[in-house]
């Protein structure tokens, strides 16, 4: 049900969602629950805010479906401001400044802090999807980022933490610059972490595929390809990957390179 699947009006059935939230802790979010927003600056767009500070996250995440003429050529980030653009399906013309770019699947763009990212549909009339973020840079003297394009299928597939059904790619080059990362780590059915982690760092998840039963904050709970999960400093997190040949993987960020601040 909901708008993102079109499926809106009465249901023949009590109202129900697997939605979960935990301001500051944890969220659940699957895109049942999903609305339209409106945001200047996105023309021919239906986008859908994620993640936010009013959350408990430093950072904001969107889910976009760009229609036919879908863009945002206003702008977006800029001063102080970092930003990340997923393409998830079709095929998205973006701008680093004026620099331009082509997207399809698996295609990604970082800019920098000053750096105006615009993009617009470009996917011959059909609709596009793309999973987009900002965050507030942390800069560091005598370091920097740039502008990174790529997309996943060019990135090595690292066996994680030893663990060969388990595969991590890192989307961002490791340079202490950067004060996040994007990854993807992708669990073939019946593979799980190695351990519940506990960490500082905050986590915005996309699922990008499969199904798993993911541990938060020691609750055990089913999500799969479309859900959400926001993950918050230290909350406990793992899971285990299930489902039926499909490997259950996700999208996601990472802070990363800085001390914290007392
Ligand atoms: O990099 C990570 O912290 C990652 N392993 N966390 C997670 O998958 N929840
Ligand atoms: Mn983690």
Redesign the pocket.
Known sequence: MGYRNKNTGYVNDILASRSVIKRANYAIIPPDGLVNNSIPGFENCELSILATPKLGATFVDYIITLLDGGQNKAGFGGEGIETFFYCLEGKITVWADDAEHTLEAGGYIYCPAGVILKFANSNGGANSEAFLYKKKYEAVAGYETHVVVNNVANLEKIAYEGMKDVILQNLLPADLGFDMNF?I?SFEPGAC?GYI?T?Y?E?GAYMLSGEGVYNLDNEWVPVKKGDYLF?GAYVP?ATYAVGRGEAFSYL?S?DCNRDPQL
């Open positions: 990854h780590l972490h982690e960490h760092q986590h993950m997190q996601y990472k």
